[in-house]
């Protein structure tokens, strides 16, 4: 080491210990929300002081009940208002920001595109058109199997437009994924595109596409965007509908949008839970879009003249509510980037936060230990000083990584929320409000004003500080799911049977999240408790992995685990028990994976398919998923006197070492 060296070495490890941080005061200073007191009076005016979040929107009809609770849990917000997503999210900044651009969008190969207020209001109207042309009337629901491309936000604002709810499908599920979720929702119409590219490489979208509807009961219609021109390894068929010839035929549409019930579905995304079958989780035009815009002006402290990167997925929640509908609402700048951070080089983010000069950036924990792992000369060569305040969702994070970020993208001088939520949630729940409180790094923070979260124990009685427990929510918030889409009953028994206890006479919400808290009622979310694996931010059921490992011919049994990953966060780890004859092969993993890959998309490719003779089980015939973990964890085992075959976990022990 040299002496030069040592400063820095000091600050570093000063920086290492140091458990809280003040908001700069240069932010504080210019903060969209900065007195304390929003949370007494959110708790003293509850629940009407939720009308300054709908107060943000512009609505045709006022309501006239902030919030019916008659019948709990199926709660109404803003009851009887009516309004429109897509009028809020375009139409009424024409006015001041019709010059001003909506959507700046990057595509991976370094070509771009602006969409000002105005032209985006153009297209969207256009394709409101089309959509209505090919037969999509209100209520109908309009799936979209889209990359980061900006037809994707485009069709998604369309729909909001005349009413017709969408439901986006990642563009990393695969055929199969799609095929079930347009059954699921009874859709007929799905918007896809040709391709895109990854890495350079042009990737074919629109065979995936085709063998999902190839699955869908019904007749559909399908619209294709050409993103990849020439280099299309599939050219669009006669039967499909180009998007852009769709536009342009409807050019100089008008569409007036539809007036919404504030109760009515804006979409719905489906999301993974403990059985196989993914949820449609339902959610509304007035207090989804209130709560959305809400917490963009008060967490992300996004302002219309800011430029605004928010590098998820639009396939995602995060995408829906941060990249669309909340920035949108707020009249700003929201950038959009197709491709990956670290192509055509690792500096890809700084260089798109320098060139745009990125006012506020939002991403997720793999992210962040990515750069780390790259290296500081990729941030040092650009200037971020563009920056104000950062985010994260998605994962938790751990200290270290929060601590980079602080340091070595926001130079210190930004705020950091790290925000906990779901898409159940439609948006922020847990964060500091990064005007006013401290903040610690690993630990995401108190509630927001208005949300009421506590952590408990199996009987429902609070834990206390610093003990492991349960989350739950003990109050409705605007932007809650309303129900899993056609299947009130299920929506019941996954969310609110577990801790509603009726002697309380309340229901409480609950995530499946295990956390902690601290004396300060700063929350630590400590990760699922239910069969749901994190895997770089994206939830995974272990059941859908499972089924379709047993899928495969020669698998008897399987048993999917997560286990830590230093970059993933969790990894899937597969126990697998063959049937007799089956080899266990190198191919025959092959095999397994790419069953997986089919059945779900490469996201949910398993680290480690373990073959075994046997999986460790309790008496009952349970299998415990726990030793599992803990041996995919290379941690010590826990207790093993009650599986009826003890013997076996030291032998798959064993092979995982040897692997
Ligand atoms: C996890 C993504 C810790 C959590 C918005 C939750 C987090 C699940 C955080 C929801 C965070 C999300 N700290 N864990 N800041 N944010 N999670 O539905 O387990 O894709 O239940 O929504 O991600 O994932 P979903």
Request: glycine share 8%; charged share 30%; proline share 8%.
């Given at each position: 080491m040299t002496e030069d060296d040592e400063p820095d070495v000091q600050l570093e490890s000063r920086l290492e210990e140091q458990a809280e941080f003040t908001p700069p005061a240069s932010f504080v200073e210019q903060a969209n929300v900065s007195d304390e007191s929003v949370y007494e009076e959110f708790e003293e005016?509850?629940?009407?002081?939720?009308e300054r979040a709908a107060n943000l929107l512009e609505w045709e009809q006022e309501w006239n009940q902030v919030l019916d609770d008659s019948n709990e849990p199926f709660y109404q917000w803003f009851v009887d208002g009516k309004l429109n997503a897509s009028a809020n999210c375009v139409d009424r900044h024409l006015d001041e920001r019709a010059d001003e651009a909506a959507i700046e969008w990057i595509g991976e190969l370094g070509e771009t595109r602006t969409y000002t207020y105005e032209e985006l209001h153009r297209e969207v109207n256009e394709f409101a058109a089309a959509l209505r042309e090919l037969g999509v009337g209100e209520d109908d629901i309009v799936t979209m199997y889209l990359p980061m491309i900006p037809e994707l936000p485009i069709a998604m604002l369309a729909c909001a437009r005349i009413g017709a709810p969408h439901s986006v499908v990642f563009g990393g599920f695969s055929a199969d994924a799609l095929a079930e979720r347009m059954n699921a929702a009874n859709s007929d119409v799905l918007v896809t595109c040709d391709g895109y590219y990854r890495r350079g490489d042009a990737l074919d979208h629109l065979s995936k596409a085709r063998n999902g509807v190839s699955n869908v009961e019904s007749e559909v219609t399908t619209i294709v965007a050409d993103r990849l021109g020439d280099d299309a390894p599939t050219a669009i068929s006669d039967d499909e509908y180009v998007f852009s010839e769709q536009v342009e035929a409807n050019s100089g549409a008008v569409v007036d949008p539809v007036v919404r019930d504030a109760e009515d579905m804006l979409f719905m995304m489906y999301t993974s839970g403990t059985t196989g079958k993914p949820k449609g989780v339902k959610h509304t035009t007035g207090g989804y879009l209130s709560y959305a815009a809400w917490t963009s002006h008060a967490v992300l402290d996004v302002k219309p003249d800011d430029t605004y990167w928010c590098a998820a997925d639009i396939g995602w929640i995060t995408g829906h509510s941060y990249i669309v509908y909340g920035p949108l609402a707020l009249g700003t700048t929201s950038v959009m980037y197709e491709g990956t951070p670290d192509y055509p080089d690792k500096g890809r983010f700084w260089e798109i936060v320098e060139e745009y000069g990125v006012n506020q950036l939002y991403t997720a924990p793999t992210a962040i230990r990515a750069f780390m792992k790259w290296g500081t000369e990729y941030p040092e060569a650009h200037d971020l000083s563009s920056l104000r305040l950062l985010g994260t969702v998605g994962e938790p994070i751990n200290p270290r990584a929060w601590k980079w970020y602080y340091k070595h993208i926001g130079n210190e001088e930004c705020p950091i929320v790290d925000t906990w939520w779901q898409t159940e949630t439609g948006g922020m729940m847990i964060t500091t409000l990064p005007g006013i409180k401290k903040m610690k790094p690993g630990s995401a923070g108190p509630p927001l004003p208005g949300i009421s979260a506590d952590i408990v124990d199996p009987s429902g009685d609070p834990v206390g500080a610093g003990r492991a427990g349960h989350l739950v929510v003990n109050k409705p918030w605007p932007g809650m799911l309303r129900t899993l889409y056609k299947n009130d009953e299920r929506f019941l028994n996954e969310y609110w049977d577990e801790y509603s206890i009726p002697e309380r006479d309340q229901w409480v919400y609950f995530p499946e999240d295990g956390a902690k808290v601290d004396d300060d009622g700063y929350i630590t979310v400590l990760g699922r408790v239910d069969d749901v694996i994190n895997v770089s931010g994206h939830r995974i059921g272990t059941m859908e992995v499972e089924s379709a490992i047993v899928g495969v011919e020669g698998v008897a049994e399987a048993a999917v685990v997560g286990g830590n990953h230093e970059m993933k966060g969790e990894a899937i780890y597969g126990y697998v028990i063959t049937e007799d004859g089956q080899d266990e092969t190198e191919e025959f993993r092959a095999e397994i994976v790419a069953a997986v890959e089919e059945d779900i998309g490469p996201f949910a490719r398993p680290e480690a398919v373990i073959f075994t003779p046997e999986l460790p089980k309790?008496?009952?015939?349970?299998?415990?998923r726990r030793l599992l973990e803990d041996i995919a964890n290379g941690d010590e085992l826990g207790n093993t006197s009650t599986l009826r075959n003890p013997d076996v976990v030291h032998d798959i022990e064993s092979k995982v070492q040897g692997d």
């Open positions: 005016n509850w629940p009407d002081e939720w309790t008496r009952s015939g349970k299998i415990m």
